[in-house]
């Protein structure tokens, strides 16, 4: 396809994101990374997923791509993480067992309250005492992957989650795939990831929300520098319903909208309304 310098996509675009890890073609792909990321928890987990994220043990998974720093997104990954809770409760007599719930956030920023740490990029979170550090409930966890600490060169990838993690954070920037990464699961990957190969919808979505991420994420990470100017923020928040309402001149319905802007439909709603 024409104007595109890369081969493949950008997968921290919602349509990048979605196409390889949301599609049922490639859920496959979906598992293996969740099963890397947990394989230090719980060796040799198997897990079988549908698109909803539940497994055959009835665990919930909440996967998210998150573009850009925001205020309040832990205690929105907490609210979130709530709602399979919730969704477990039966009618009747029932015990109050519940299966364990995931919330795995991929972020393309780092927590300001981490800079200090350069070289730790995964935090795994549960409940646990303050003083002695013991896990207090072991059914709620949250993994944090801050995506630009990873730099780590091909030669110094060690494990499959490694891998993983080198081509999350990479796979815009390649051109071919590289020998140490030549295995099943991943030729897959960057199969389905080939800009030439999507069609002419596809393209045209792509475009959207690569656009939509590169201008939003520019303007946010502005609006979050130190000084946060309300002036910038208020531009970024402005840029956010420029896209919405264009989507909206174009027909997109609401699902559509939110999918490539990554919004929530209700905000979505919300901007249109207004």
Same mark, same amino acid.
């Given at each position: 396809?024409?104007?595109?310098?890369?081969?493949?996509?950008?997968?921290?675009?919602?349509?990048?994101?979605?196409?390889?890890?949301?599609?049922?073609?490639?859920?496959?792909?979906?598992?293996?990374?969740?099963?890397?990321?947990?394989?230090?928890?719980?060796?040799?987990?198997?897990?079988?997923?549908?698109?909803?994220?539940?497994?055959?043990?009835?665990?919930?998974?909440?996967?998210?791509?998150?573009?850009?720093?925001?205020?309040?997104?832990?205690?929105?990954?907490?609210?979130?993480?709530?709602?399979?809770?919730?969704?477990?409760?039966?009618?009747?007599?029932?015990?109050?067992?519940?299966?364990?719930?995931?919330? #795995? /956030?991929? *972020? +393309?920023?780092?927590?300001?309250?981490?800079?200090?740490?350069?070289? $730790? %990029?995964?935090? !795994?979170? @549960?409940?646990?005492?303050?003083?002695?550090?013991?896990?207090?409930?072991?059914?709620?966890?949250?993994?944090?992957?801050?995506?630009?600490?990873?730099?780590?060169?091909?030669?110094?990838?060690?494990?499959?989650?490694?891998?993983?993690?080198?081509?999350?954070?990479?796979?815009?920037?390649?051109?071919?795939?590289?020998?140490?990464?030549?295995?099943?699961?991943?030729?897959?990957?960057?199969?389905?990831?080939? #800009? /030439?190969? *999507? +069609?002419?919808?596809?393209?045209?979505?792509?475009?959207?929300?690569? $656009? %939509?991420?590169? !201008?939003? @994420?520019?303007?946010?990470?502005?609006?979050?520098?130190?000084?946060?100017?309300?002036?910038?923020?208020?531009?970024?928040?402005?840029?956010?319903?420029?896209?919405?309402?264009?989507?909206?001149?174009?027909?997109?319905?609401?699902?559509?909208?939110?999918?490539?802007?990554?919004?929530?439909?209700?905000?979505?709603?919300?901007?249109?309304?207004?």
């Amino acid at each position: 396809m024409e104007g595109f310098e890369e081969k493949y996509i950008n997968l921290f675009t919602d349509f990048g994101f979605k196409k390889l890890f949301g599609e049922e073609p490639n859920k496959n792909l979906l598992l293996d990374f969740l099963n890397e990321l947990l394989r230090e928890q719980e060796e040799n987990r198997k897990a079988i997923f549908d698109l909803y994220c539940v497994n055959d043990k009835g665990e919930k998974f909440i996967v998210e791509l998150q573009k850009t720093k925001q205020n309040f997104f832990k205690e929105r990954s907490v609210y979130y993480a709530t709602f399979p809770i919730r969704e477990q409760v039966k009618k009747g007599k029932w015990n109050y067992e519940l299966k364990a719930v995931y919330t #795995i /956030a991929i *972020l +393309d920023f780092i927590f300001e309250e981490d800079e200090n740490e350069p070289d $730790k %990029y995964r935090y !795994d979170v @549960k409940l646990s005492d303050i003083e002695t550090h013991k896990v207090f409930y072991n059914k709620l966890t949250f993994i944090y992957l801050e995506m630009p600490k990873f730099q780590k060169t091909l030669e110094e990838l060690e494990t499959r989650f490694d891998k993983w993690m080198y081509i999350i954070r990479n796979l815009e920037r390649l051109q071919n795939i590289p020998s140490k990464l030549q295995e099943q699961v991943f030729e897959q990957l960057f199969e389905a990831a080939e #800009i /030439a190969k *999507l +069609d002419q919808k596809q393209l045209l979505s792509y475009e959207d929300s690569l $656009k %939509y991420y590169r !201008d939003l @994420k520019n303007s946010l990470d502005t609006a979050f520098d130190e000084g946060k100017e309300e002036g910038l923020v208020e531009g970024a928040l402005a840029k956010e319903v420029s896209f919405v309402l264009r989507f909206h001149s174009k027909g997109m319905d609401i699902s559509m909208i939110a999918e490539l802007t990554g919004l929530s439909e209700e905000r979505v709603k919300e901007i249109i309304k207004n």
